[in-house]
């Protein structure tokens, strides 16, 4: 049980393009999803948690207007990285945790790689 | 301020012997405390969990992690690695806000 899929798992895109990034619960009902961001060699860092139904909230230093998030049923969330750049470039992984739950269950994650 | 120390960037073991990784970690709260295992290009696996209870825990794959909170201290072990541990092992702390911070992480390398 608590299964979280990421697709796409790989994505390259041309710099000034938008991507959107699924994260999906597959066998259980995710009340808040959270999405990291973990540049090469180094830790993960909490982008934004987001609660279904809500807007998400975002840490200090992300932009939101650049990382929309957007949590609209209790198993699907979506990331959209809009204009990406090359600094863009980096690993989002995924996590949901359901109502009941205080472990975070993390997804395989997604390489974004913005030429 | 909140944070995860993991002191060991990188350490190498002989398949066999065992393991011990450090987590020192700060907190105003009663922390969670996790553990996490990433292979190359992977998501993060839960390998164990302590919210409270016991101070010792069980996880998967034979590790297991004791809490201590004198010490500030979440060290996972394992008597015995096998070469398919090789893998990034993050230590994490959260609490009643859900929030994780995690350490930098200790690339566990092992040799035959």
């Known amino acids: 049980g608590a299964v979280v899929s990421q697709h796409p798992s790989r994505v390259i895109c041309k710099s000034g393009t938008s991507v959107k990034i699924e994260c999906r619960s597959l066998?259980?009902?995710?009340?808040?999803m959270f999405w990291y961001r973990q540049f090469p060699k180094q830790s993960l860092m909490l982008m934004a948690t987001?609660?279904?139904?809500?807007?998400?909230?975002?840490e200090q230093g992300v932009e939101k207007d650049k990382f929309l998030i957007n949590h609209a049923s209790l198993t699907l969330s979506t990331l959209t990285v809009t204009s990406a750049h090359p600094e863009d470039s980096s690993f989002y992984i995924c996590?949901?945790?359901?109502?009941?739950?205080?472990?975070?269950?993390f997804g395989p994650g997604t390489r974004l790689t913005v030429l | 301020a909140q944070s995860v120390t993991q002191p060991d960037i990188h350490i190498t073991v002989s398949e066999g012997a065992s393991l011990e990784l450090r987590c020192n970690y700060s907190y105003g709260a009663t922390p969670y405390l996790f553990w996490y295992v990433q292979s190359p290009g992977q998501g993060l696996q839960l390998l164990l969990k302590?919210?409270?209870?016991?101070?010792l825990v069980q996880g998967i794959k034979g590790f297991e992690a004791e809490f201590k909170r004198s010490q500030s201290s979440f060290n996972l072990r394992k008597p015995s690695v096998h070469w398919s541990d090789a893998a990034e092992y993050f230590c994490?702390?959260?609490?009643?806000?859900?929030?994780?911070?995690f350490g930098t992480g200790t690339l566990l390398a092992v040799q035959p």
């Open positions: 994490a702390v959260g609490g009643a806000t859900n929030k994780l911070i």
């Open positions: 987001s609660n279904e139904g809500s807007k998400a909230t975002y």
């Open positions: 996590s949901a945790k359901g109502v009941w739950e205080d472990t975070q269950y």
């Open positions: 066998d259980f009902q995710a009340t808040t």
């Open positions: 302590y919210f409270s209870g016991d101070t």
